[in-house]
């Protein structure tokens, strides 16, 4: 079986969080609920350090359905989800602009 394809970069982690199932990013300071605090990698290494590090929380029951996401940059420098799935789970669990983690973290 072969290694899964890595998505074009750059690239971003994000998981959902094994207690409550909310949607994390990893960040400087470990797994945060602010999308815009999400590590972002730029180069083949920087994305092999954050699947590293996805692999060692799913291996220590911290978060489940890790994943690498391809993004892009808003003109603040702000990681936005090339793909719709990707983009609900970031701003979700609603489509409404005044509810959500897109009200909270002024996400558009």
Do not use: C
Not at 17 to 45: C, H, N, Q, T
């Amino acid at each position: 079986m072969s290694a899964a394809k890595r998505p074009p970069l750059p690239v971003i982690l994000l998981a959902n969080d094994l207690l409550d199932g909310e949607v994390v990013f990893r960040s400087d300071k470990g797994w945060s609920r602010d999308p815009g605090e999400a590590l972002i990698a730029f180069d083949d290494e920087a994305a092999v350090a954050l699947e590293q590090a996805g692999q060692r929380a799913y291996a220590n029951n911290e978060v489940v359905e890790v994943a690498l996401v391809d993004v892009s940059l808003t003109g603040d420098g702000k990681p936005v989800p090339n793909h719709f799935r990707e983009r609900f789970k970031v701003n979700g669990p609603t489509v409404r602009l005044d509810l959500g983690k897109q009200a909270v973290y002024g996400r558009r």
